[in-house]
């Protein structure tokens, strides 16, 4: 069966950096379009960066462009979001997403941008 565990999030001060992991098991990984989601306290879930198989093209929200960048090891199962000058506005928790078959999200990792 499909699983995807984050790890990575915490407490940070505004303009600090993070990196989340996604670790991945039960589908063909190098194959399949990875996703970050998050979703903050009272609003819907967004759509935050996307990478395609095999390190395909990446797309980003406008509201983290040239801050995240997403990336995959294939070799590990894992795709990683680096996040670069947070804002207090990019705390929430924050979801490895992928579908195969059906749409599969991890358990979610919080992230809080604090002073």
């Given at each position: 069966?499909?699983q ?28 399949y ?83």
């Amino acid at each position: 069966q499909v699983q995807l565990v984050e790890s990575g999030g915490g407490l940070v001060q505004p303009g600090g950096s993070l990196r989340l992991s996604c670790a991945a098991s039960g589908f063909p990984f190098s194959l399949y379009t990875m996703n970050w989601y998050r979703q903050a306290p009272g609003k819907e879930r967004e759509r935050v960066a996307t990478i395609s198989g095999f390190s395909g093209p990446t797309n980003y929200a406008d509201s983290v462009k040239g801050r995240f960048t997403i990336s995959r090891e294939d070799a590990k199962n894992t795709v990683y979001l680096q996040m670069n000058n947070l804002k207090p506005e990019d705390t929430a928790v924050y979801y490895c997403h992928t579908y195969y078959g059906g749409n599969y999200y991890g358990q979610g990792t919080q992230v809080t941008v604090s002073s």
